[in-house]
């Protein structure tokens, strides 16, 4: 098992800054991959960006491309998302997400989750 706690979410204004922390814990040997989603009221869980776990390799939602950055530090089991120039529309909850066999846009696919964490942006 693997379990997943995020952090760093808050309020910020449009046009504004947050990182995003996600630690892992337990057997993270067997993670291939991690992700962020985010869900706001009303709307499926959308993906945001991942990455192949101890690769370079990343992934971009188009909506996010060039404003959010997604990394790892895998001495601390740790995964981030830098997020600059943030909108309204970027308000919702972000999760964090493991998978051990494969790295996709899907939700369903992952196999962990973290509890979620809040980022809302006001106009």
């Known amino acids: 098992q693997v379990q997943l706690v995020e952090s760093g979410g808050g309020l910020v204004p449009a046009g504004g800054s947050l990182r995003l922390s996600c630690l892992a814990s337990g057997r993270t040997n067997r993670l291939y991959s991690m992700a962020w989603f985010r869900q706001a009221p009303g709307k499926e869980r959308e993906f945001v960006a991942a990455?192949?776990?101890?690769?370079?390799?990343?992934l971009y939602a188009d909506s996010v491309k060039g404003r959010f950055t997604i990394s790892q530090d895998n001495l601390a089991n740790a995964m981030y998302l830098e997020m600059n120039s943030l909108q309204p529309e970027d308000t919702a909850v972000y999760y964090c997400a493991g998978d051990i066999t494969r790295l996709s846009q899907i939700p369903s696919i992952y196999d962990y989750w973290g509890q979620g964490t809040q980022v809302t942006v006001s106009s």
């Open positions: 990455l192949r776990w101890n690769f370079s390799y990343t």
